[in-house]
């Protein structure tokens, strides 16, 4: 689960998903009834069970351990994933899902509106014969253009008509909620044209393997278009220097991740003229058909000091060489197999560690999902979200809120005022489950049966500009960021609201035929989770409608740091399979989530057990029960070069951390499971940590 400010993409350089300005009626899910499903062919459910349970290790001492660690060791990584666990067995199984609806609308000859997108990606995507007899042709005249540039008026010429079709390489607009007026979109623009994972890729010398290899790589994809090898070798280097100089001037993921006012800039288009001179934004917004607004937000505008001056003093020949290495880079996935193998090479096996390339149907899916995703969830919902999930999801939805209410009452130590507001917000949270109230219409968009990439070229166009059709108009807060079919949950701030979609309303997260217990351990802990963003480091900088306001008094607001200071030191004592420690101060927005979140949803589940017997199912207490729960939703293994990304990029704590960091805090598991002072789960006196 992440805490989505709803801003990272819109402030992105490269391509955005979007939407056209019309929607359909959702009320029902609204795709064509035409779609069925064999449930038979689908992987299993990955949910707790008594099995499980390793009885040599103690709840106290190693719970992640004495839950999944027998899992963990009897179902390896697959060879074409980088992780394996409790998300991607759901994942895998939503693929299994999408593939049987892409299948049939791809069979059918008369398909229009989604049938047709999903059908003509499914089937263009498949052709593997047609892919490769293509080659680079559709990229000819792009490639062409970059090759004969000539000075920096060209040049800048080249980077605002690309940003036209979805294709921004280091700059480009997007539309996002006005930080101090969230009913209203204004433009933004932020960092990007870097190809490595993080900024400290760039200069930490623990990362000069992976720097090698990325430079392996960049000759390997201008070799493949059909520069010269030992040309090919030079230029690699030239676009590795490019992207160390932006480097320097960029912000990490741990810096972004920790303050969200770095996303919001608010300044005049004339102010950013004079900051970047020979890339003015006056002519951006012109050029992308969008009127010149009055302010937008220019992020991190150091970096765009910098664009501007490199423009000026890089030679055009390396431009050229960063210019052309990032659009094969940003096709590699849909073009040729020598472009595919290339890339999964470097980012999945170099990055991720990867053994082998994820079959052709997956990787397929996967780009129908992030380009057209929403039209496909309209089919997902069809056959795999029953009505009675969703009506028992609000139900636990409301009893999770009624609890977080209480806990907001009852806080020992924050002040009235501070409360007040606080309450204020828990009461305009807005809960959204399964699927979108209207169906994105895709009018305006045209896909066929003849080139995968083509189709994923207009996607890429029409998406972008219905994002940036929405700046200086209504924020629709009917519009989800995530489909159907994601396996994931999401906290918007802008706008106050929590969302769950259909693909995780599954086992191990969900299971209306489970014992309250379990579903209060998964899924209730991840809505308690997702309101819990609302009030976490981040989240409480923005006010009930969505504003960016500090709604804390001075006092409060020191005790809410001292209390998040220890889940910082509590995190950053943990020590990965690697060796090294977690970052507390990255992944403190997700663990101040998990904590109140599991916390929330155990009242809840007292609450709604009240003067009810425990039915101690299979020997375990029902509190047992609500734990094994939580810690069977994070059993994950990861491969060595993923744990190590993830360290530096996520700031989400690895998995068997989450599993064990809230629970160690509360005293209910220490009581569930006979710990004593002294035990690693039992975390008293000063080292507890109470939050929300």
Known sequence: MLLSLA??????????????????????????AAYTLDESKLPPFNSFTLADLDPGKNACVDFAGHVNGKWLAANPIPGDRSS???????????????????????????GAGVDKIVGDFWATGMDEAKINAQGLQPLAAELETIDKLQDVPELAHFLRASAATGNGYLIGIGAMPDFKDSSINIAAAGQGGLGLPDVPYYDKPEYQKIRDAYVAYIS???????????????????????????????????????DVGLYYNPISPAEADKLSPNFPFTKLFESQGVAVPAMFSLSVPDYHAEVSKMMAD??????????????????????????????????????????????????????????????????????????????????????????????????AWMGADTKKKALEKWASFEPRVGYPDKWREWTGLTTDRDSYIGNVMMARKFNYQWDIGKIGKPVDKTEWGMRPQTVNAQYNPLANQITFPAAILQPPFFDPKADDALNYGG????????????????????GPTGKFENWWTPADAEGFKARTGKLVAQFDGYKAANGKNLNGNHTLGENIADLGGLATAYDAMVKASAGQPDPKIDGLTRDQRFFYSWATVWRRNFTPEEL??????DEHALAEFRAIGAPSNMPAFATAFGCKAGDPMLRDGDRQVVIW
């Not at 020949?317 to 290495?325: E, G, H």
């Not at 190590?644 to 990029?649: G, N």
């Open 84 to 110: 394996w666990g409790a998300f991607e067995m759901l994942a895998e199984r939503s693929l299994a899902v999408q593939r049987q609806l892409a299948e049939q609308a791809a069979a059918k000859a008369d």
């Open 523 to 542: 899924i209730v802990a991840v809505i308690g989770h997702e309101m819990t963003h609302g009030y976490d480091d981040q989240g409480s900088r923005f």
């Open 314 to 411: 890089v030679p055009l020949p390396q431009w050229k060489s960063y210019l052309r290495f990032h659009l094969l880079d940003g096709v590699a996935p849909y073009i040729a197999d020598d472009f595919v193998q290339a890339h999964f090479e470097f980012y999945g096996k170099t990055l991720g560690g990867q053994k082998e390339l994820r079959e052709r149907g997956k990787r397929v899916l996967g780009t129908i999902d992030g380009q057209v995703g929403e039209a496909l969830g309209q089919m997902y919902v069809e056959v795999a979200f029953p009505a009675e999930s969703k009506a028992k999801m609000q139900a636990l939805i409301k009893n999770l809120g009624e609890a977080l209410k209480l806990r907001i009452e009852n806080l």
């Open 644 to 649: 190590e990304q993830r360290l530096q990029t």
């Open 7 to 32: 801003i990272a993409a819109s402030l992105a350089a490269c391509q955005k998903p979007a939407e056209p300005a019309a929607t359909a009626s959702a009320a029902a899910p609204a795709a064509p």
């Open 220 to 258: 390997r994809m201008l070799e493949l278009s059909g520069i010269p090898a030992a040309d090919a070798a030079a230029q690699a280097k030239d676009v590795l220097a490019f992207e160390t100089r932006l480097a320097k001037v960029s912000k990490s993921r741990e810096a972004l991740s920790r």
